[in-house]
């Protein structure tokens, strides 16, 4: 299934060009669900969701996917996983370009992962809005992942099965001195869509083809099997560190060719498997302006 939420939280499945609205189906499942568990309620009932979809969906309202508005296909994450240097080409650019001063850069293993803001996240609609313009923005693209069940001390050989699906994910960088994780989790700096592509039609997550242009341009490009700790293994190491739920999201590091945004941009980030999302770039309307 390819799961996308759009609109005002309405939900929908993907299939070509057409999204069927099952806003209905989605919110049954989720209310079968005990409300004191932790994670999020429609990605620990996926299974439930499928089961209720009619083999003919003629019966369900059929939208546009060209005419509606993507939210991140994720409502309610838990906590945002982020891998620092999962390429060792992107650690080589980071260190002999200087671009994170201040900073060492070591290898995955030794650096560990970070969270970020579970209120960074948006969806491609909404787009990124640039906070602080005097200082260096950059794009990072990556591919996240989406945890489906509780998740703790998982091992490798096991990993894959906690996944419910995957996602393109922009992981949006403030440059400085400050803490990574202070940086990365401003307002709009976490993107993910374009929708959920599920597990089941994604098996094997390792040779996956990631690419992202700006106004056209290509700037970055990789293959998922040039990841130090692939998917498994990211997993595993986080699991060792924290239990995970439903919902919640990883974001599995990017690779070289990280540069700088600026209001006005577009981006475009794609991969054959998991669709293609356009991300527009805008400076920030402080409250105080609106007020």
Known sequence: MK?????????????????????????EVERQRDPSLPGDPLIAQLEQLRSLIPADLDGLAKLDLGGINLLAPVARPGKIVAAPVNYQEHIQEMQENNVSPGHDIPEIGKAGLFLKAASSLVGPSQGIE???????????????????KTASEVEWEDALSYVAGYCIGLDITLRGREDRSFR?????YSVLGPWLTTSDELPYPDALDLRLSVNGEERQQALTNQLIFDVRKIIQFASSFYTLHPGDVIYTG???????????DVIEAQCPQLGLMRVRVRAHESAKARS
Request: hydrophobic letters at 40%.
């Open 130 to 148: 640039i906070r602080f313009p005097e200082r260096r923005t950059d794009h990072e693209l990556e591919l996240a992942l989406v945890i489906g």
């Open 254 to 264: 990017t690779p070289k060719g990280v540069a700088p945004i600026a209001s006005g």
């Open 184 to 188: 990365k989790s401003i307002d709009s």
């Open 3 to 27: 799961i996308c939420r759009f609109e005002s939280d309405r939900v929908g499945l993907v299939q070509g060009d057409a999204v069927y609205d099952i806003t209905q189906l989605a919110r």
